[in-house]
Every structure is written in C-alpha cells, then in structure tokens.
C-alpha cells in the first residue's frame, strides 16, 4: 500500500501564492517513481497540471504554465507545487499521485480556493 498525503491548500487572492507539498509513504520506491499533481474542480473531472519524472524533467498544462513550478525532494519522498499568479479558475482540490501507470489510491487532496 502506499499512502499519499497533500497539504498546503488554503484560501487566497486573486495573484497570490501556495505551495503545496505531497508526502508519499509505504510501498513506493519513490526515487524511481514519477510523479504528477492533478486538479477537480467542482462539477469537473480530475486533470493533471503538472509531471515531474525520476530524472527531474517536468511537464505543465497549457493552463498553469509559466504559473505553477513542480519539484521533488527524493530524500524526504515529497513532491511539491509552487503556485503562483493564482486565479480564480485554479480553485479546485489538488491531488498527487503517480503519472505513469496504475495510479496509487487517491489521498484526501487539498482544497486550494482562489478569490477574485
């Protein structure tokens, strides 16, 4: 089993900043694991933003690119969002998970709420 835990959601203005952490636990050999944030938003289905592979090469969705960063610490078996420029449209609640392959189960995601 592995167990994924988001943190870091919270409620911020339009153009404001979050950095979201996901810590993964259990059977995971993370160093080798690539990984990926997803996003729903309400009456939406999940859609992944950003990848990050064991070497380090990342991948952004045409919507937050250039806004949102990902980033690894392999040590700490954590992968992170930076989210900046934030818009009313990214309100929805994050979710990390595997990117390639069977996902692992879903952790309870962190609600990031953007006001304008």
């Known amino acids: 089993q592995v167990q994924l835990v988001e943190s870091g959601g919270g409620l911020v203005q339009a153009g404001g900043s979050l950095r979201l952490s996901c810590a993964a636990s259990g059977r995971i050999m993370f160093r080798i694991t690539d990984m990926a944030w997803y996003r729903q938003a309400p009456g939406k289905q999940r859609e992944l933003i950003a990848s990050?592979?064991?070497?380090?090469?990342?991948n952004y969705a045409d919507s937050v690119k250039g806004r949102f960063t990902i980033a690894r610490d392999n040590a700490k078996n954590t992968v992170y969002l930076q989210m900046n420029s934030l818009k009313p449209e990214d309100t929805a609640v994050y979710y990390c998970?595997?990117?390639?392959?069977?996902?692992?189960?879903w952790g309870q995601g962190t609600q990031v709420t953007v006001s304008s």
């Open positions: 998970n595997r990117f390639v392959g069977s996902t692992y189960t």
């Open positions: 990050i592979t064991s070497g380090g090469s990342t």
